[in-house]
């Protein structure tokens, strides 16, 4: 990760958020859909093909099972120019925001869901195979087991992130009612509170790792469920972001660049360091 930036949606929400960024363009947002969905369904496809060997229990061997060939087949690393984050709840318009980079600029955008959104069904091959207990009227799940495998997988998913938002040269947070608590009363210097312990986990890591400077610009001085459950708060602190709104993303579309040119006029407006 070199630099990191954070968009506010606003009150209008993000629906009309991606209708302003494309403006006359908006015509052509499902083509651009589309040929961002071919982009990634290769990488789809091969981790749908991935159940059918866990389920055949190729990856454990001895009674140890390898969670390196685990996060190979289920959390594939992909070579992306920016990661967003967000809400899950907004995933539909983060996509069409995804496809107007790829359509813009050739940037491609890296969301977990679109990729990495088998976490549910990964816990219920291994919940399935090695968490159920028997009785004599129902086969029910053992419930310090089932805690085990959850922490696993969550483990193995957040180190992915981990590595995933390290790759990536562009980090984006994108700021909804969804993904953050907008209430003016409760916001002070910049620190906002998320319920979600993914974005939590993202902003924090955003926020420590070591910037990455790019080759070209080197220099010598270089999801949890809420049912019956509290909202669990996070501290979600975007002062490391640099805030980013919809008219610099226009200018830069009228710039008519690409690749990491789009970027390096980004850069441009924010000269300081992350």
Same mark, same amino acid.
Do not use: F, N, P, Q
């Given at each position: 990760m070199f630099k990191g930036f954070n968009i506010q949606v606003g009150n209008d929400g993000f629906d009309e958020f991606v209708k302003k960024l494309y403006g006359i363009d908006y015509i052509y947002k499902d083509e651009a859909v589309g040929k961002y969905n071919a982009m990634i369904?290769? +990488?789809q496809?091969? *981790?749908e093909t991935s159940l059918e060997k +866990? *389920? !055949?229990k190729d990856y454990v061997e #001895?009674?140890?099972l390898d969670t390196s060939k685990v996060e #190979? #087949?289920?959390f594939p690393n992909i070579k992306a120019d920016i990661f967003l984050s967000h809400s899950h709840q907004d995933e539909k318009f983060i996509v069409d925001f995804a496809a107007w980079l790829y359509s813009s600029f050739e940037l491609l955008a890296f969301i977990d869901s679109r990729v990495w959104g088998y976490c549910g069904k990964l816990l219920k091959v291994i919940d399935n195979e090695y968490c159920t207990k028997d009785t004599q009227r129902h086969n029910l799940f053992d419930y310090d087991k089932r805690n085990q495998s959850t922490a696993h997988v969550y483990m193995l998913l957040n180190g992915a992130l981990v590595k995933m938002i390290d790759s990536t040269e562009c980090f984006i947070f994108v700021g909804t009612h969804n993904s953050l608590d907008l209430d003016p009363?409760? @916001?002070k210097d910049n620190e906002y509170s998320t319920y979600s312990p993914w974005l939590y986990s993202e902003l924090l890591t955003s926020s420590l790792i070591k910037p990455n400077i790019p080759d070209r610009f080197y220099t010598e001085t270089t999801i !949890?469920?809420?049912?019956? !459950?509290p909202k669990f708060k996070y501290s979600a602190n975007l002062n490391h972001l640099h805030r980013l709104d919809i008219? @610099?993303?226009q200018n830069l579309k009228r710039m008519h660049l690409s690749k990491q040119y789009a970027l390096d006029e980004l850069y441009k407006k924010f000269p300081e360091a992350r």
């Open positions: 369904a290769s +990488y496809t091969e *981790i +866990y *389920i !055949l #001895d009674g140890v #190979d #087949d289920w009363s409760k @916001i !949890l469920a809420e049912a019956r !459950l008219t @610099i993303l």
